[in-house]
């Protein structure tokens, strides 16, 4: 985290913000604040004075004046309707399940900050600063992940949001968990009373699916690169053909993003772009698993793009219900609660990653197995002669990243298609767009582990393979220097658990360093 005085601001003025901005905003790396320009709290503010007219003139409103979801022709006394909005909040505090992180939780309040900033929520200038005020001060929601089925948006998790700024339930004050009063006292700050309207715009929207899925496609991008990586030093260490990866040959099939995983390995191996490719390579075929990488990572790298435009589009976008047009004066019914486009993209960023670790582990299994490593030992081992009878080198490691691609590969099922009925069939179709979106962080971390294990064995094959041949290509020599800055090599057998959760920290930090050509992936 930067400090205070040094971080860049992230200014919210209702236009439209990219995904990366979550993250940074999650991590404390930007803060937040709202534009100082009129027009734009001119805009914030017209759509409560539109809702206090229309109360006076018609007086009856959805979620305002009425119950709510199949409730809704349910009219609200005059002297209850004050009670209302938190009334809403109450009782849908019943989540359950593990609960967010904190930076994931900061990741929720600043995506439903952008959405509300759009002005078509009817929520106030002061509700904007009120979340504001939460990221600055890091005074974040204690929210549970589960309990959400993505429509109408996410109620239950979001009603911790809308319960912490009342002055209710739990906070992380500065990493802290404890009562959201005495997080409030202890600064001097009375608890928020939500205006008409104020608790449905809060809630009934899709700002916690959206939320991990900017941090899902972060997550994703980076593991494209530290694949890339994992497979240029595996090809290296197992003595592969570099030539699978021949620019004239992948001109014939044209993805560009699988053309630049292949001219990434061409990049990392040294292939001299002058060279002919030989009429005929020494060694004619490697397996798949080395051979077909950037047609495995390629199906990432191409969908990278598209899945930015699904969750950047929902995140730019106002998703609760009723939406509140102060321009034509009007009051919008819809269902943009409705987080299809989020569900949809996670359940397709579950396969894509789980096959990379497919794909890695299978990398390994090569690396391994003294049948298919080209004279490397067994199991990688660093042993002496004399103590290789009790060394295991990397067997427990391979064990270990077979079972985490197996496990990512079983969460790959779609949630999106387990739609239910609920709240007496008014919700009769729902996105389980948070499901998704969590079931896909849960891809993710397997794959991290799966990369984790292959970059620690891919680092001692590559020291292997050296002390048989030639020294690596120099960006693969360089990679493992900096590699070697977090784990050691591996000569007598040690636990090595410490060693890849280490490695499981630093892995955006690694991939940050690759591929200076890497692209903003965006959708044409």
Same mark, same amino acid.
Not at 54 to 68: A, C, P
Not at 193 to 199: N, Q, V
Not at 309 to 333: C, K, M, Q, Y
Not at 394 to 414: C, D, F, M, N, R
């Given at each position: 985290?930067?400090?205070?005085?040094?971080?860049?601001?992230?200014?919210?003025?209702?236009? /439209?913000?990219?995904?990366?901005?979550?993250?940074?905003?999650?991590?404390?790396?930007?803060?937040?604040?709202?534009?100082?320009?009129?027009?734009?709290?001119?805009?914030?503010?017209?759509?409560?004075?539109?809702?206090?007219?229309?109360?006076?003139?018609?007086?009856?409103?959805? +979620?305002?004046?009425?119950?709510?979801?199949?409730?809704?022709?349910?009219?609200?006394?005059?002297?209850?309707?004050?009670?209302?909005?938190?009334?809403?909040?109450?009782?849908?505090?019943? +989540?359950?399940?593990?609960?967010?992180?904190?930076?994931?939780? $900061?990741?929720?309040?600043?995506?439903?900050?952008?959405?509300?900033?759009?002005?078509?929520?009817?929520?106030?200038?002061?509700?904007?600063?009120?979340?504001?005020?939460?990221?600055?001060?890091?005074?974040?929601?204690?929210?549970?992940?589960?309990?959400?089925?993505?429509?109408?948006?996410?109620?239950?998790?979001?009603?911790?949001?809308?319960?912490?700024?009342?002055?209710? $339930?739990?906070?992380?004050?500065?990493?802290?968990?404890?009562?959201?009063?005495?997080?409030?006292?202890?600064?001097?700050?009375? /608890?928020?009373?939500?205006?008409?309207?104020?608790?449905?715009?809060?809630?009934?929207?899709?700002?916690?699916?959206?939320?991990?899925?900017?941090?899902?496609?972060?997550?994703?991008?980076?593991?494209?690169?530290?694949?890339?990586?994992?497979?240029?030093?595996?090809?290296?260490?197992?003595?592969?053909?570099?030539?699978?990866?021949?620019?004239?040959?992948?001109?014939? #099939?044209?993805?560009?993003?699988?053309?630049?995983?292949?001219?990434?390995?061409?990049?990392?191996?040294?292939?001299?772009?002058?060279?002919?490719?030989?009429?005929?390579?020494?060694?004619?075929?490697?397996?798949?698993?080395?051979?077909?990488?950037?047609?495995?990572?390629?199906?990432?790298?191409?969908?990278?793009?598209?899945?930015?435009?699904?969750?950047?589009?929902?995140?730019?976008?106002?998703?609760?219900?009723?939406?509140?047009?102060?321009?034509?004066?009007?009051?919008?019914?819809? +269902?943009?609660?409705?987080?299809?486009?989020?569900?949809?993209?996670?359940?397709?960023?579950? /396969?894509?990653?789980?096959?990379?670790?497919?794909?890695?582990?299978?990398?390994?299994?090569?690396?391994?197995?003294?049948?298919?490593?080209?004279?490397?030992?067994?199991?990688?081992?660093?042993?002496?002669?004399?103590?290789?009878?009790?060394?295991?080198?990397? #067997?427990?490691?391979?064990?270990?990243?077979?079972?985490?691609?197996?496990?990512?590969?079983?969460?790959?099922?779609?949630?999106?298609?387990?739609?239910?009925?609920?709240?007496?069939?008014?919700?009769? #179709?729902?996105?389980?767009?948070?499901?998704?979106? $969590?079931?896909?962080? $849960?891809?993710?971390?397997?794959?991290?582990?799966?990369?984790? +294990?292959?970059?620690?064995?891919?680092?001692?094959?590559?020291?292997?393979?050296?002390?048989?041949?030639?020294?690596?290509?120099?960006?693969?020599?360089?990679?493992?220097?900096?590699?070697?800055?977090?784990?050691?090599?591996?000569?007598?057998?040690?636990?090595?658990?410490?060693?890849?959760?280490?490695?499981?920290?630093?892995?955006?930090?690694?991939?940050?360093?690759?591929?200076?050509?890497?692209?903003?992936?965006?959708?044409?």
């Amino acid at each position: 985290m930067t400090a205070d005085n040094t971080r860049p601001w992230l200014t919210l003025d209702g236009t /439209p913000v990219p995904l990366e901005s979550v993250a940074r905003v999650a991590r404390r790396d930007c803060r937040v604040r709202l534009t100082d320009a009129p027009a734009f709290r001119r805009r914030i503010e017209a759509g409560p004075a539109f809702l206090e007219r229309l109360l006076d003139e018609d007086g009856v409103i959805y +979620g305002v004046t009425t119950g709510f979801g199949d409730a809704c022709t349910r009219a609200v006394p005059a002297d209850q309707l004050e009670a209302l909005p938190r009334q809403l909040y109450t009782f849908h505090g019943c +989540g359950l399940g593990e609960v967010l992180d904190v930076e994931t939780a $900061r990741a929720v309040v600043v995506v439903r900050l952008i959405s509300l900033c759009r002005g078509l929520s009817g929520a106030s200038w002061t509700l904007l600063e009120r979340l504001v005020w939460l990221l600055e001060e890091d005074v974040i929601p204690v929210i549970p992940t589960e309990g959400s089925v993505g429509a109408s948006g996410d109620l239950t998790p979001l009603s911790y949001l809308a319960a912490v700024l009342c002055g209710e $339930r739990e906070v992380y004050d500065r990493g802290h968990r404890r009562a959201t009063a005495e997080a409030f006292a202890e600064r001097g700050l009375a /608890p928020y009373r939500l205006r008409p309207k104020e608790g449905l715009a809060l809630m009934n929207g899709t700002a916690v699916m959206t939320a991990l899925a900017c941090l899902a496609w972060e997550r994703a991008e980076h593991l494209s690169r530290l694949a890339t990586r994992a497979t240029a030093m595996n090809v290296w260490a197992l003595d592969g053909n570099p030539y699978h990866f021949d620019a004239t040959l992948f001109a014939a #099939k044209p993805h560009p993003g699988q053309q630049r995983i292949a001219a990434r390995l061409r990049a990392d191996l040294a292939v001299d772009a002058e060279a002919r490719t030989p009429r005929n390579s020494p060694r004619l075929q490697d397996r798949y698993s080395t051979r077909c990488a950037p047609h495995v990572i390629g199906v990432l790298e191409d969908s990278l793009g598209w899945l930015r435009r699904f969750i950047e589009d929902e995140l730019n976008s106002a998703n609760d219900n009723p939406l509140i047009d102060p321009d034509g004066e009007t009051v919008l019914h819809g +269902g943009h609660f409705y987080g299809g486009h989020i569900a949809f993209a996670m359940d397709a960023l579950k /396969p894509l990653a789980a096959n990379l670790a497919d794909l890695l582990d299978r990398q390994l299994a090569l690396l391994v197995d003294p049948r298919y490593n080209h004279g490397l030992p067994a199991n990688l081992s660093g042993a002496e002669p004399e103590r290789a009878a009790l060394n295991h080198g990397y #067997k427990a490691v391979q064990i270990g990243v077979s079972a985490w691609t197996a496990e990512a590969l079983q969460h790959s099922l779609p949630a999106s298609v387990f739609s239910r009925s609920t709240e007496c069939h008014n919700q009769d #179709k729902v996105s389980l767009g948070t499901i998704a979106a $969590r079931d896909a962080l $849960r891809v993710l971390t397997l794959v991290e582990q799966v990369v984790a +294990g292959v970059l620690h064995a891919a680092c001692q094959a590559l020291e292997l393979r050296r002390s048989l041949s030639d020294e690596p290509p120099a960006v693969l020599a360089a990679w493992l220097a900096a590699c070697r800055t977090h784990i050691a090599p591996l000569a007598e057998d040690r636990p090595l658990e410490d060693e890849l959760r280490r490695l499981c920290r630093v892995l955006p930090e690694l991939a940050a360093t690759l591929y200076p050509d890497t692209p903003a992936h965006t959708a044409d």
